[in-house]
């Protein structure tokens, strides 16, 4: 009993899998299902492909030890070219990566993300690595071993001869470890990261001992030669020489004395530092012997001046600050402002219009003659003058007066141009602005300026009150307003803003037209009165009796008085129209003089439009509608009987509305074609029958008025007056977004081909943005950060053509700015001795000779002249990188030569030591 007891206890059952074989097994799976075993030799590598080819990744999870993992595979996406090729390279003995590593046109390739890294250190295309997930490390030596070890029995039992690493310590240092097998060999991929740097690793004479001394061990094989590539990097952050930053835009043209006037109808444009943050530097020395080059601590032959190929690598600001996109940054800002202009200004910026506070305007100075009058001198005198106190000066704000209205300043630089040409501009057809340079453009601008520099929220409130003092002004004076495009307010390719100027100037118009006709009509009726006077006082005085008596005499001259009535004689004449009579009496018909169509602002129609939508659809609302819409058909009516005595509404109808005339077949009795009205006439009580019987003879000079100019001139200013300050912003927000993607789109600029495209999509937003009445802010801020994107490329680009090519516009040059502005290592043509590379040097100088200068102040300048010139040259190289390659048999001298490697970071913090070493696993 106890001996069935023992045996049961000491019983193990040796067929259960244990976690490690499940997770060695699991690591088989994957590489089979990624069909890594027996991969083919490709064709050789070629200059650039690390970098120019694409990468593919796979990935994989799985659980050892409670521990997740994530098992990624990289390969190098390269076409192959010739199989024959590859064929002949599958004879050798050597495996994929031993290849790689002694291929040199790779070297030194910045590779950096999603352990890319791993290239660079061994110079592989293809591998596999094992990750900790979770941001996990693994950092026991104990569990570093079994894991690599797990790899590395997966991987054989595989047969799959692509490296396989494991990233160990913690994720920041990226520490590979790993190893490949196969055909006979095995490559041991080690790496070393130490914080401090040991004294004899930081030259390439200790590297080369170390290096040596590696695959020297237990061989006993002489080394003959050692294959060194060697970079250098240099960093430039200061650029302290302005010669070569860029020129920054006049940040103080309107606080100085003098105020450049020049500069009021441009909008700033470039960044306000510098935005290029890094210039890094590569000089390289590519495959060189070891008997041919010396680098120690007391000598070096690797000076920057004499190695064979430079490359350089910008990086830029982040979110570098530009000037234009701040000034529409801060102006956007401003439309969400509630605040009154007496809240801003006080209580002498509320508008009580009369007579005497206009004489004290500002703007009398621009508008009124330089020869003043006596009455404007008394009432000068008489009234006490009121400012407005704000943040910009009067010795700035009269040049910004006096850019915005030229027409008061004699001898003005800044004229208005013909604006109609602007407005039908193909380029910018469907932004509804106004047109460039004109009043609208300039007041935007000036705005943002204003803004900007002088003052914010109030120095706009400023610049807004003077505007509309000097707006009220002009209507008082009957001046119109110049910049301002003709007609009636253009409410379909115009913002609001231009619109009501338009308005005002229509009333400008119609107000001098009026009191002139008014004038020329009295002097004519007084004329007409005295002559038909005269004519009747003579006719009386020639007749006699016996012709008095006479039944001819007597039989036409009721009809002569008749025809000479004042409230039956004809009035308000155009023309005669060319081939129709009055159906009733045979007399001409003439054109009347009617009153010009009612000018509206789009606001106003949308009023008008929301009122009739508001009325309903019964009978009443209809005959409401029917009554507000038929004030101008009244007027007209009322014009043509004023034109044709006699007529009737049929006359009315084939002059005003022919298609409600229907002709018919026959001639009336004064040689004209009969017809009849259109059934819609016909019906009972329709408006225009109702309107034809209540319209009366009035000419349209003695009409009441259709557009009442002094209504709708104080509706136009009551507008501008009572706005808020973000509201001003918003209105002037469109077209100074206008005149900003009009600044970026003048910017030319060969290495960006792609910015018309990019200005091109801004334009469909704006156009998108500016159709509404009423602002859409958010599309504005999208607008904004597109234009702040371009803006810091175009800033870039200048920025790095000034520092690199001075006036050099060759195409060689634009396609090395190109590539440089796509974040891309770029070699410099001819290295130091180009022209690039001698302006490279220059800044190199110059930025040491300053940081020399900081550090030796107290020395003499005879001191600083004898220090050696090389020195001030170049800095300390930021990085200095080293690939050491060997062929020696390993590990013994019967083995067959191997392939060995070793790559070295060393910068001043820190040395890497990343080494490919093979061994013959054969003949050991």
């Not at 890319?116 to 569990?143: N, W």
């Not at 900007?452 to 505007?467: S, V």
């Not at 302006?839 to 020395?859: E, L, P, Y």
Request: hydrophobic share 35%; charged share 25%; glycine share 4%.
């Amino acid at each position: 009993m106890n001996h069935v007891e023992i045996e049961d206890f000491y019983h193990h059952d040796f067929t259960t899998v244990s976690e490690w074989e499940v997770f060695i097994a699991r690591l088989e799976e994957i590489m089979h299902e990624w069909r890594l075993p027996h991969t083919k030799v490709a064709s050789p590598l070629k200059p650039g492909d690390f970098v120019n080819c694409q990468w593919h990744e796979a990935s994989e999870k799985l659980n050892f030890a409670d521990v997740e993992f994530l098992l990624k595979h990289y390969k190098l996406e390269k076409e192959e070219e010739e199989e024959d090729a590859a064929k002949e390279e599958s004879e050798e003995e050597w495996i994929q990566c031993q290849k790689d590593a002694l291929d040199v046109s790779n070297d030194f390739v910045k590779l950096n993300d999603n352990c890319l890294e791993i290239a660079r250190y061994y110079g592989v295309r293809e591998f596999l690595v094992l990750i900790p997930a979770r941001k996990g490390s693994l950092t026991d030596e104990t569990r570093i071993k079994i894991v690599l070890s797990s790899l590395t029995i997966a991987t054989n039992n595989a047969n799959c001869y692509v490296p396989a690493l494991v990233q160990v310590q913690e994720p920041w240092q990226k520490m590979y470890l790993g190893c490949c097998a196969g055909k006979g060999t095995c490559a041991n991929l080690d790496m070393v990261h130490l914080k401090k740097v040991p004294p004899h690793c930081r030259y390439l004479t200790g590297l080369l001992a170390l290096f040596k001394q590696k695959i020297g061990e237990g061989c006993g094989v002489k080394i003959d030669s050692v294959m060194v590539s060697v970079r250098f990097s240099y960093l430039l952050k200061d650029w302290t020489n302005s010669t070569w930053t860029q020129e920054p835009p006049d940040f103080d043209f309107m606080q100085g004395e003098t105020l450049g006037v020049a500069e009021l109808g441009k909008l700033p444009f470039g960044a306000t530092f510098d935005p290029v943050g890094e210039l890094h530097l590569f000089v390289t020395w590519p495959q060189m012997s070891d008997n041919v080059v010396v680098d120690s601590e007391g000598y070096s032959d690797l000076e920057p001046q004499l190695a064979p190929e430079w490359s350089v690598q910008v990086k830029m600001v982040a979110l570098p600050a530009c000037l234009l996109s701040e000034y529409m940054t801060d102006f956007l800002y401003l439309c969400n402002n509630q605040k009154t202009m007496v809240e801003l200004l006080g209580e002498s910026a509320s508008y009580i219009h009369d007579d005497e506070q206009m004489l004290s305007s500002a703007f009398n100075v621009l508008t009124e003659s330089r020869i003043p009058t006596l009455s404007t001198v008394v009432g000068r005198s008489s009234v006490k003058k009121k400012n407005i106190e704000g943040p910009i000066s009067e010795e700035i704000l009269l040049p910004i007066l006096y850019f915005l209205f030229p027409d008061a300043d004699e001898n003005s630089k800044f004229p208005y141009n013909d604006i109609t040409a602007g407005v039908e501009d193909d380029q910018w057809k469907g932004v509804k602005t106004c047109a460039m340079d004109s009043l609208v453009w300039r007041l935007s601008i000036v705005a943002a300026h204003c803004t900007h520099n002088l003052g914010g929220a109030t120095a706009l409130a400023q610049l807004w009150h003077e505007f509309v003092q000097e707006i009220r002004f002009r209507w008082e004076r009957s001046i119109l307003i110049p910049g301002v495009g003709p007609g009636f307010p253009d409410s379909v390719r115009t913002c609001l803003l231009h619109q009501k100027l338009q308005m005002m100037n229509c009333c400008v118009t119609r107000k001098k037209a009026r009191e002139e006709n008014a004038h020329r009509s009295q002097s004519t009726e007084m004329d007409d009165v005295e002559e038909t006077e005269s004519e009747e006082d003579e006719e009386f005085f020639e007749c006699t009796s016996e012709e008095l008596a006479s039944e001819e005499v007597s039989s036409t001259k009721p009809q002569l008085k008749a025809k000479h009535l004042l409230w039956n004689k004809p009035a308000g004449r155009l023309a005669k129209h060319p081939s129709l009579r009055l159906i009733q009496t045979g007399d001409p018909l003439y054109l009347p003089i009617t009153q010009d169509p009612v000018p509206k602002t789009e606001d106003q129609l949308e009023e008008d439009a929301q009122v009739m939508m508001q009325l309903g659809t019964d009978k009443y609302a209809s005959e409401m509608r029917a009554r507000m819409m038929s004030a101008s058909l009244l007027s007209d009516m009322e014009s043509f009987k004023a034109a044709n005595p006699g007529a009737v509404l049929e006359d009315f109808i084939r002059w005003y509305s022919p298609r409600d005339w229907i002709d018919e077949e026959g001639i009336d009795e004064w040689g004209q074609g009969k017809g009849h009205l259109s059934p819609r006439m016909m019906i009972p009580d329709n408006p225009w029958s109702t309107t034809w019987a209540s319209a009366q003879p009035v000419p349209a000079h003695r009409q009441k008025r259709l557009f009442d100019d002094t209504r709708e001139a104080e509706k136009a200013l009551h507008y501008l007056c009572s706005k808020r300050i973000g509201q001003v912003a918003q209105l002037l927000l469109p077209t100074l977004m206008h005149a900003a993607l009009y600044t970026l789109t003048s910017q030319k600029q060969e290495a960006l081909p792609s910015l018309p495209d990019v200005a091109q999509s801004i334009l469909n937003k704006l156009q998108y943005a500016t159709k509404p009445i009423h602002q859409k802010l958010q599309v504005y801020e999208d607008i904004t950060r597109d234009v702040e994107s371009v803006e810091a490329l175009v800033a870039q680009v200048n920025s790095l053509q000034h520092k690199l090519g001075g006036n050099n516009d060759s195409k060689e040059f634009t396609s090395f700015l190109i590539q440089l502005m796509r974040g891309k290592e770029v070699s410099v043509p001819g290295a130091s001795r180009g022209d690039i590379g001698a302006r490279i040097t220059t800044m190199f100088r110059d930025a040491q000779k300053a940081a020399h200068m900081m550090t030796s102040v107290s020395n003499t300048h005879k001191d600083t002249s004898a220090e050696d010139s090389r020195y001030r040259m170049f800095p300390e190289p930021s990085c200095k990188e080293f690939i050491l390659r060997a062929i020696m048999p390993r590990p013994s001298p019967a083995s067959t030569p191997q392939p060995q490697r070793l790559y070295v970071c060393l910068k001043r913090d820190h040395i890497r030591l990343a080494g490919f070493f093979s061994e013959d696993t054969t003949f050991l």
